[in-house]
Structure formats: structure tokens, C-alpha cells
T-cell receptor, first 113, second 111 residues
């Protein structure tokens, strides 16, 4: 069975640009969460989506947005990129919104220059 | 106070020894706890889930949960060089089912 897949794996963007990251959850999983991990820290929660609805949002600016599609895949969008947005962006898949057991994709390494 | 805190690393152990990692959490209502292993440059991999007080064993890994003291630990027995990684402790934070992570403990197993 395929695990959580994310694309792209690496990305380099310039300050002020916009970026879209994509995630497909494990088959049968309906909840997708996004996390940001900067070097030396644990992942920080950005969003959780379940059944196309936003169920939770972390302490991130409005430049960050996300959505979930009918097939449960998800996109994370970041506008007006800052150097500080450089990080590993992780997508986590779980069965449903209340299921805290989460499985991560390989991540997207975003570098903002 | 951070929601999940891990004892500061890094931790260096000889091959074959026991590595002991500790984690404390602040939300007394948390019911589930997780240990993730993260190799350098890779994403976190779920290695242990524990929901009840006591010990849970899976191969060379044992997770221990003490809800009264609000701590969870991970023991790695017969440590191997392949166990060299950063280990992240996680617990639910708040009622939106996010996971809160500790900063991680980096383990190095010396051959």
C-alpha cells in the first residue's frame, strides 16, 4: 500500500513568491494535517483538514492557507514567502479528525532565497 | 510551559546498550502518546503508540507511560548503529487534535 505522498520533494523559491505543496493521504484516511519543521525543532502544527473542512489551525499567519479535495488529497499554499518560511513541510495522514495516530509523508524541503 | 518537553540531548550510547529517552507533557487530558524516529534529512516515522499506563513492548523498543506523573519514556534495548536518529515525543494538544511535539532527542549509537 502506498503511504503518504508529497510533492515536490525539494523546492527553491525567491522571497515574495507563492508556493503550493501537495499531499495524498494513505488510502482510506480522510484526515490530513500539515506541519512545519525548522532545523533543530519538532514539527509545528499548521492545519488539519477533515472531509474538506478545516478542523484546526495553528499559530501561523494568514499567508498560509490550505484546502482538501473530494479525494482527500490536500494543498498547502504559502503567499509572500519570507526567508523564515524555509523549512521541511510535512503532511500527516490519519483515519479521521479525532484519530491522533498520524503517519507522515516524506516532506517537502522548501528553501526561500 | 511547552506542551511536550524532552530531556536535552544528545545521547551517546555504545552498541548493545540501552538508550533511555524521556518526555513530559502538560495536558492532563491527553490520552495518546507517540514516539517518532527521524533520520537526518528524512521525515518522522511512527515507531510506538501508547494509550494506557504501564509498558508497551515492540521488538527492541519499550514505551512507558505514567499519566499521574505526566511522563512517557522510550527504551531502546540492544542499541544498534541503525538506531542513530532523532526521537520525537508527541501528544495531542488542545481539542483540535493537533499533535504537539518535543524538540527531539538525538541518539548516537557508537559501534
Amino acid at each position: 500500500d502506498a503511504g503518504v505522498t508529497q510533492s515536490p520533494t525539494h523546492l527553491i523559491k525567491t522571497r515574495g513568491q507563492h508556493v503550493t505543496l501537495r499531499c495524498s493521504p494513505i488510502s482510506g484516511h480522510k484526515s490530513v494535517s500539515w506541519y512545519q519543521q525548522v532545523l533543530g525543532q519538532g514539527p509545528q502544527f499548521i492545519f488539519q483538514y477533515y472531509e474538506k473542512e478545516e478542523r484546526g489551525r495553528g499559530n501561523f499567519p494568514d499567508r498560509f492557507s490550505a484546502r482538501q479535495f473530494p479525494n482527500y488529497s490536500s494543498e498547502l499554499n504559502v503567499n509572500a514567502l519570507l526567508l523564515g518560511d524555509s523549512a521541511l513541510y510535512l503532511c500527516a495522514s490519519s483515519l479521521w479528525a479525532g484519530d491522533t495516530e498520524a503517519f507522515f509523508g516524506q516532506g517537502t524541503r522548501l528553501t526561500v532565497v | 510551559q511547552k506542551e511536550v518537553e524532552q530531556n536535552s540531548g544528545p545521547l551517546s550510547v555504545p552498541e548493545g546498550a540501552i538508550a533511555s529517552l524521556n518526555c513530559t507533557y502538560s495536558d492532563r487530558g491527553s490520552q495518546s502518546f507517540f514516539w517518532y524516529r527521524q533520520y537526518s534529512g528524512k521525515s518522522p516515522e511512527l515507531i510506538m503508540s501508547i494509550y494506557s499506563n504501564g509498558d508497551k513492548e515492540d521488538g527492541r523498543f519499550t514505551a512507558q507511560l505514567n499519566k499521574a506523573s505526566q511522563y512517557v519514556s522510550l527504551l531502546i534495548r540492544d542499541s544498534q548503529p541503525s538506531d542513530s536518529a532523532t526521537y520525537l515525543c508527541a501528544a495531542p494538544g488542545g481539542d483540535d487534535y493537533k499533535l504537539s511535539f518535543g524538540a527531539g532527542t538525538t541518539v548516537t549509537v557508537r559501534a
